[in-house]
């Protein structure tokens, strides 16, 4: 704290508030930069953690529609109907025409032992050219095709489920296959994707795209759409041998400039694979309104952190700007008075405390008694037991209007004058807090029964007389306790003392009660 001309403004002193402000606005900027940096660390791990959901959400689905058409297939597969020779492949067609509808395929077909296709009102077609078709006459074994174009139009896109019919020599007598639809694999890819703000590729089994929400084209090379991209910790010719390999894993790039995370899996009973890509920028998104809530929370409370410390350095310059004004007139007094011998000592000691110390009863007034048992209960002995007294003056008023108010200063005089002695003798502290109201700390006393001792004692010596008229005026004083615990502050103590001096005024007065904790 300077005293100069810029801090003292008529003849006060005061001190500069705008080094608090600026701790404080840095302290707020490096709270949101930290805010920042920790979303950005959440990001990270929710992008991993969306990839894998969405990779495992969509993959999940994709199988199981797969998996269903490979099971209803087979199941059908069993049926005696499909294995007669005597029973026309239209009727064969029809049955199967009637399920078709109940489980959501755009065809259900049957195929005879020469690849022969039938469909009910149309001319049967040849499927030996299909290579699907070849791979299940001469392994035996179901197959599920990548999207092709098929059906009337030679444009729609599709996906082939096919099963084998071996009868019981073994012998194969024909096919069942359906076809899913290419829009409902792209709803699924969709809705995975979608849900958790990801981009779904679906590659077929030559590293084509079947199907993509990230905006790639249909039959596209994936890995040749990859090598625009920086990839860590592989490459593309790496990520396609392991696609190959069937082998799920991740890895992170930089696409278009912003940071990507990227999770792949094959799909059951296919050779297609599944890549879910979730950029920085969309999860930090999902995390900023957060951020900002917090950032505006941190500056709020520096606001009124501010606000407070203003409030109080304002409240303790106050009492600084007495004790100055004191000291100042006490130098008038010493250094400029002509006859130096004649000053009035008593005179200069009540200027030195003027503000500081009652005027009447010579007790500290309230705000210094706040500050001094404050710093009084800090640094007492945490063995020895510490107790706030609020004392109350019961008759102050009957005394005033009885014997004037020169009668009651002399009661208030006498009370300050009984508990400075106990604030000498139990290192305490007496201050008073109202009209006819005092408080006083003591923090040395060895253990309750000593405490109740020195109330019993006291309780007696504050009854005293005020002769008016030939009459005395009996003056009696009612105490509230308030007795330390540990984390217990000074207004929390004040507060159970009044209480407890609440409680005495209620129940007789003249007496002390101590409040329990």
């Known amino acids: 704290m300077k005293r100069n001309k810029e801090e003292k403004k008529g003849d006060r002193w005061e001190v500069s508030f705008a080094p608090i402000v600026r701790y404080s606005a840095v302290f707020c900027v490096i709270v949101v930069v930290f805010s920042l940096l920790g979303g950005a660390l959440l990001s990270v791990r929710q992008m991993k953690a969306d990839a894998e959901a969405s990779l495992h959400s969509s993959q999940a689905q994709i199988s199981q529609r797969v998996t269903g058409a490979v099971d209803l297939l087979e199941s059908l597969a069993s049926f005696p109907d499909f294995y007669d ?9 029809k049955r199967l025409d009637q399920l078709s509808p109940y489980f959501d395929y755009m065809i259900i077909c049957y195929v005879d032992e020469d690849i022969i296709v039938y469909s ?3 001319e049967p077609a040849s499927l030996a050219s299909r290579d699907y078709m070849q791979r299940l006459f001469s392994t035996g074994q179901r197959q599920v095709t990548d999207s092709f174009a098929a059906g009337a139009d030679g444009v729609t896109l599709n996906y082939t489920v096919a099963v084998p019919l071996i009868d019981q020599t073994g012998h194969i007598t ?5 076809a899913i639809y290419f829009d409902e694999v792209v709803h699924i890819l969709e809705k995975a994707a979608g849900g958790l703000n990801t981009d779904a590729t679906l590659i077929g089994s030559k590293g084509q795209v079947t199907s993509s929400t990230a905006g790639l084209p249909y039959g596209a090379s994936v890995m040749e759409a990859l090598r625009n991209d920086t990839l860590f910790g592989t490459t593309p010719d790496k990520l396609e041998e392991l696609l190959l390999a069937a082998q799920p894993g991740a890895y992170w ?3 278009n400039g912003s940071l990507c995370y990227t999770a792949y ?5 296919t050779n297609w694979d599944i ?3 979730v950029a920085f920028g969309t999860a930090f998104s999902q995390v900023l309104p957060t951020l900002i809530i917090v950032a505006f929370l941190t500056v709020l409370a520096c606001v009124g952190l501010l606000l407070f410390v203003q409030r109080f350095i304002a409240k303790q310059m106050r009492v600084v700007n007495m004790l100055v004004h004191s000291m100042e007139e006490l130098e008038k007094r010493v250094y400029q008075n002509e006859r130096p011998e004649n000053v009035d000592f008593k005179e200069i000691l009540r200027l030195t405390s003027d503000g500081l110390s009652d005027g009447l009863t010579g007790v500290v007034t309230r705000s210094v008694f706040l500050n001094k048992a404050e710093a009084q209960l800090k640094k007492a002995d945490p063995e020895m037991v510490k107790a706030l007294l609020f004392v109350d003056m019961d008759n102050l008023k009957y005394i005033n209007d009885t014997c004037g108010h020169e009668g009651g200063d002399i009661a208030l005089k006498n009370i300050a004058y009984i508990l400075r002695e106990y604030e000498k003798k139990y290192d305490g502290v007496v201050g008073r807090y109202g009209g006819d109201e005092f408080l006083v700390l003591l923090t040395s006393l060895d253990d309750h029964k000593e405490l109740r001792d020195v109330l019993d004692g006291l309780v007696l010596r504050l009854q005293s007389n005020i002769k008016s008229g030939g009459r005395d005026i009996p003056v009696q004083c009612s105490i509230g306790v308030a007795v330390y615990c540990p984390g217990m502050d000074l207004e929390r103590m004040i507060f159970a ?3 407890a001096l609440y409680h005495v005024k209620q129940n007789g007065k003249g007496y002390y009660y101590i409040h329990q904790n």
């Open 497 to 499: 003392a009044d209480e």
């Open 174 to 178: 024909g096919a069942l296959f359906c």
């Open 120 to 122: 009910d009102g149309s």
């Open 253 to 255: 790039s930089i696409h």
């Open 85 to 93: 020779p005597e029973l026309p492949p239209i009727d064969k067609v």
């Open 275 to 277: 890549l879910c890509t």
């Open 265 to 269: 899996q094959r799909v059951y009973d």
